[in-house]
């Protein structure tokens, strides 16, 4: 099957996500049957990538400028924070292109089981952005799933009494499901019809 440079390769590719052995193999033998032109400009860029991306300082998104384009957007609404579990929510927030307010990326989740706590997670920071800020609304848009649900609720607590607003997406979000996983039209409709949390 080749020498260890290939295998070396199939088993990088293996531990993508959405990627077995299988799939590996296919992808290496597709990038090594022409390496000028699909291997070499990948390399390229994943070094190129390597290099530049880093963690913005002010909500968590990877950019290759600190703030992120997006926290340093004027035309952004600076009233609205969206907080969302990772990266990939953020993405999938943005591909939407209904939502013009600010980001918050948590890193993760509360859960008790899994020995995740407010110390763990980028919420204290969040808590921060707040005071003395022209924030009016905190959006959740958490996974509808138990550590989403003790995630919502800890921030909602936190949060309220600084008198900003706090919703989360409604409709469209099925339980267990992540905003990663969701089409555009189904994110749109759960971003619009977000529910107030303490509202009845």
Do not use: F, K
């Amino acid at each position: 099957m080749g020498g260890p440079e290939i295998a070396r390769l199939i088993a990088l590719l293996a531990r993508l996500p959405g990627l077995g052995p299988r799939s590996a193999r296919r992808a290496a033998l597709w990038l090594l049957r022409e390496p000028a032109t699909r291997l070499a400009p990948l390399a390229a860029a994943l070094g190129a990538a390597g290099e530049a991306v880093r963690q913005c300082r002010v909500c968590g998104n990877l950019d290759s400028v600190d703030p992120c384009a997006i926290c340093a957007d004027p035309g952004r609404e600076a009233g609205l924070i969206c907080v969302v579990e990772g990266v990939g929510d953020l993405w999938a927030m943005e591909r939407s292109g209904l939502y013009r307010g600010l980001y918050h990326v948590l890193g993760g989740l509360l859960s008790a089981l899994g020995g995740v706590g407010p110390e763990d997670l980028a919420l204290a920071p969040l808590l921060a952005r707040i005071p003395g800020s022209e924030v009016r609304e905190v959006i959740l848009a958490l996974p509808a799933n138990v550590e989403g649900a003790t995630t919502m609720h800890w921030l909602a607590d936190q949060i309220r009494p600084s008198g900003v607003a706090v919703s989360r997406l409604a409709q469209g979000v099925p339980i267990g499901g992540t905003l990663e996983s969701l089409d555009d039209g189904t994110l749109a409709a759960a971003l619009r019809a977000r529910r107030y949390e303490g509202a009845p």
